[in-house]
């Protein structure tokens, strides 16, 4: 892990000078009749820390009914620095996507949904992109995927992906973490991301379950019913108070932590 004070700008320099390491120098072919195995330093390659998946997705605003997260694809999976640069070269830009997409990039094995279990219980920083910035993004982006796959942050287990979301009023970048109750690694997170990005503006953090909440009250509407059975409407109003108890609850840890915003 690096120290703090090391992390602005060092993901970048250090993993494109791993990645083109070697490759100025072209070394004779083998001989075919030598009967000898390539030297190791030809074939040698970086592994990662831990393996990381691309995934993209772009809902279609027609289909309201359809489950979120449904038209999310698995793109690549990748576990060294060689084969991370043969996809970033390959994939557009954050900056040439429709207004709508997402890229995600998250640990092999974690999916980029709140319901994945890694994640239930985490939540999330965001930066947003000021408008027309779309280099700004594109930097943004790069920087904050060379800090995760280079294990740069501290608190490096609590990291579960980050997502970059284009959209036609603001781009944002958001960082998920997995333990949101865990206010000092979370602090500690968003505090070595700014320093990454070199982001002047404030960030905010967000629990998953807490939005959750928010969501099923606005899809669902649990304080209201049409039913004649006076005992379902109290019994709904009483979910009610209790889950709106635990958000309230929610918005006190939240306080805690956004009161560090800086």
Not at 83 to 95: C, G, I, T
Not at 171 to 177: F, H, Q, R, S, V
Not at 221 to 233: K, M, P, Y
Request: glycine fraction near 8%.
């Amino acid at each position: 892990m690096a120290e703090a004070g090391e992390i602005s700008g060092a993901p970048v320099v250090e993993l494109m000078q791993e990645a083109t390491e070697g490759q100025e120098e072209q070394q004779p072919p083998p001989q075919e009749d030598s009967g000898k195995e390539l030297d190791a330093s030809e074939s040698k390659t970086h592994p990662l820390e831990n393996a990381w998946t691309l995934w993209f997705d772009k809902p279609d605003p027609k289909s309201r009914g359809s489950a979120w997260g449904s038209t999310m694809r698995r793109v690549y999976t990748f576990s060294t620095v060689e084969d991370f640069w043969r996809l970033y070269n390959n994939v557009m830009q954050p900056s040439l996507l429709s207004a709508g997409a997402n890229f995600h990039l998250f640990k092999s094995g974690i999916e980029p949904k709140w319901e994945d279990p890694q994640c239930a219980s985490g939540g999330k920083w965001t930066a947003s992109i000021p408008r027309g910035s779309k280099t700004i993004l594109d930097t943004f982006w790069l920087h904050t995927l060379l800090a995760m796959i280079g294990e740069q942050f501290e608190e490096g287990d609590e990291i579960c992906g980050a997502v970059v979301s284009v959209r036609a009023r603001q781009d944002k970048i958001a960082l998920w973490t997995r333990t949101a109750s865990n206010e000092a690694a979370q602090i500690g997170i968003g505090k070595q991301w700014k320093d990454v990005l070199e982001y002047q503006e404030q960030m905010g953090y967000m629990f998953h379950n807490l939005l959750t909440d928010i969501r099923q009250y606005l899809e669902h509407g649990l304080f209201e019913t049409h039913s004649s059975d006076a005992s379902v409407r109290v019994r709904l109003k009483m979910q009610g108070r209790r889950r709106w108890q635990r958000i309230v609850t929610q918005f006190e840890l939240l306080k805690m932590i956004c009161k560090h915003q800086f």
